[in-house]
């Protein structure tokens, strides 16, 4: 079993800045994924970022240029840097890792905070 706790979040005002981090513990393989998806009212739960355990990120086109995905492998740690927000940010985020084992995936999900940006 893998466990993520996620700390960040909040209230902004449009243009302003936060930060997420994710700590995971528990049974993690060496090559896995760590991302951020965020979910809107009413809206499906969307990748924002991920990374590999090589490093390799990835984006979705709306947060392109403006969030930065990083980690800590040494803690187990994925942050999500955000900047220039906007209010069609505000979501629920969640921390994720996904792993497979014998051909089968597996993934794990942090308990979620919430980002409002006002206008």
């Known amino acids: 079993q893998v466990q993520l706790v996620q700390s960040g979040g909040g209230l902004v005002q449009a243009g302003g800045s936060l930060r997420l981090s994710c700590a995971a513990s528990?049974?993690?393989?060496?090559?896995?994924?760590m991302g951020w998806y965020r979910q809107a009212p009413g809206k499906q739960r969307d990748l924002v970022a991920s990374v590999t355990s090589a490093g390799r990120t990835n984006y979705a086109d709306s947060v392109q240029g403006r969030f930065t995905i990083s980690r800590d492998n040494a803690k187990n740690t994925v942050y999500l840097q955000m900047n220039s927000l906007k209010p069609e940010d505000t979501a629920l985020y969640y921390c994720?890792?996904?792993?497979?084992?014998?051909?089968?995936?597996?993934?794990?999900w942090g308990q979620g905070t919430q980002v409002t940006v006002s206008s």
């Open positions: 528990g049974s993690i393989f060496s090559s896995h994924v």
């Open positions: 994720n890792l996904e792993q497979w084992y014998g051909g089968a995936r597996s993934d794990y």
